[in-house]
């Protein structure tokens, strides 16, 4: 068992003073088959577009299993801290599921922007959402140009601008076919 742990210590230059390309270039794939089983383990929730939560984790552990790679840092302790960060990114997603005074304090909540065609002027102020990225969110995520065709609109928690048109009023068309036969009415959606 020693004769094994002698030739990982070597490979990895855990005792060395300085890295050499290789001992990096190792340890550079022994990292990235670790990260990749820690984003594994995390499962989704720090990988497509999500809360601070979300990102904090992925910047941190970038940080962290970075000094693993360099050597700037232990080696298997570094890895260690990155699995304790995962673990705990995904107890606080277990609390948060259960409780949502838990998962508002982690991961914000949402802010209603428009309401009924009418800017909440006083909810875009707290957001720091300007009416010209409001009007960005609204030609971009729903294909809508004014405000007023707008039923709500919402900053979500991950930090995009949620947009639920108003429902548009039908086109009648009212067509007379011919004398003493009824009016054919046509609803255009």
Do not use: C
Request: net charge negative; proline share 2%.
């Amino acid at each position: 068992m020693e004769g094994i742990w002698e030739i990982i210590s070597q490979v990895l230059g855990l005792e060395v003073d300085e890295l050499s390309v290789w001992h990096m270039a190792i340890r550079a794939f022994v990292v990235y088959v670790a990260a990749l089983a820690m984003v594994r383990l995390g499962e989704k929730r720090f990988r497509g577009e999500n809360t601070a939560f979300d990102l904090i984790l992925g910047i941190i552990l970038g940080s962290v299993v970075s000094r693993a790679v360099t050597g700037q840092a232990p080696f298997f302790p570094t890895l260690g801290a990155g699995f304790v960060l995962v673990g705990l990114h995904w107890l606080f997603s277990v609390l948060a599921f259960h409780s949502d005074r838990f998962g508002t304090l982690v991961k914000g909540s949402d802010r209603m922007l428009v309401k009924d065609g009418e800017i909440l002027w006083d909810e875009m102020q707290e957001s720091h959402i300007t009416e010209n990225d409001l009007l960005d969110a609204l030609r971009t995520q729903a294909n809508i140009a004014a405000v007023s065709e707008v039923k709500e609109a919402r900053l979500e928690r991950g930090g995009n601008i949620s947009v639920i048109p108003r429902d548009s009023e039908p086109t009648v068309l009212e067509i007379d076919v011919a004398e003493g036969v009824q009016t054919v009415r046509i609803q255009l959606e």
